[in-house]
Nanobody, 122 residues
Framework: QVQLVESGGGLVQAGGSLRLSCAASGSFLNIDPMGWYRQVPGKQRELVARVTSSGSTMYADSGKGRFTISRDNAKNTVFLQMNSLKPEDTGVYYC????????????????WGQGTPVTVSS
């Protein structure tokens, strides 16, 4: 019941910047938290950053000081500003969220976007 659509990926030189966006749509009561994961061939999908509806953020060590996650609660949209990009940042970035669907259920189900590729050249 939740669809996540990412955008903003692309090809950029090392040292450049990109801003990823992810918009959630569908039928749900609450969506918390929202975040971004990165996956490269041969490796597991890893958390990059997440943000709660109250604004609490968490970053993986790889992005600390370079990445900033933010959220527009009114539009159910999450952003990832990536600065000083490195070739190691290359991968497919997936939007992620937990969403509460029903008033009578306290369960937050997990949803994933389709992914947006980011390639950082050296």
């Amino acid at each position: 019941q939740v669809q996540l659509v990412e955008s903003g990926g692309g090809l950029v030189q090392a040292g450049g910047s990109l801003r990823l966006s992810c918009a959630a749509s569908g039928s749900f009561l609450n969506i918390d938290p929202m975040g971004w994961y990165r996956q490269v061939p041969g490796k597991q999908r890893e958390l990059v950053a997440r943000v709660t509806s109250s604004g609490s953020t968490m970053y993986a060590d790889s992005g600390k000081g370079r990445f900033t996650i933010s959220r527009d609660n009114a539009k159910n949209t999450v952003f990832l500003q990536m600065n000083s990009l490195k070739p190691e940042d290359t991968g497919v970035y997936y939007c992620h969220c937990n969403a509460q669907l029903y008033t009578w259920s306290s369960t937050y189900d997990v949803y994933w976007g389709q992914g947006t590729p980011v390639t950082v050249s050296s």
